[in-house]
């Protein structure tokens, strides 16, 4: 298998993990909301505050490691175009620039472990 092969691969299964991640995150929202003791208003047991706001923290994680990765793609496309690469050719890219885009990755799937365990916790 090639290197690129294999990249290729684990860029596809990190971007099907933060759908996965999203959608998790959604759901376990849902379930705190079903756990709403009043019909007139908002009102979540206190056991719950901390797993919605861990849910939610996954996902500002998740939009920020977006943001960020196209950030700095993008001045490393436009820094590549003033030296002169043009389209198609080869463009060695320093892997450190995908350091920090993989810790909010890590993060944000952590967080939302921890907000599951947390959420199971209360359940049982």
């Not at 175009?81 to 990755?105: H, L, V």
Request: charged content about 20%.
């Amino acid at each position: 298998m090639k290197l690129s092969e294999i990249r290729e691969a684990y860029e596809d299964i990190s971007r099907i993990s933060s759908t996965v991640n999203r959608q998790l995150c959604f759901a376990g929202i849902g379930i705190i909301w079903i756990f709403n003791k009043s019909s007139n208003s908002i009102s979540v047991p206190h056991e719950l505050f901390l797993p919605s706001f861990l849910f939610i923290l996954s996902l500002f994680l998740d939009i920020v490691q977006y943001y960020i990765q196209t950030i700095i793609w993008h001045r490393f496309y436009l820094s590549r175009r003033r030296k002169g690469i043009k389209e198609g050719q080869e463009a060695d890219e320093p892997e450190s620039y995908n350091t920090i885009s993989w810790i909010f990755f890590y993060s944000k799937v952590a967080v939302l472990i921890v907000g599951y365990v947390f959420l199971g916790i209360f359940l049982l």
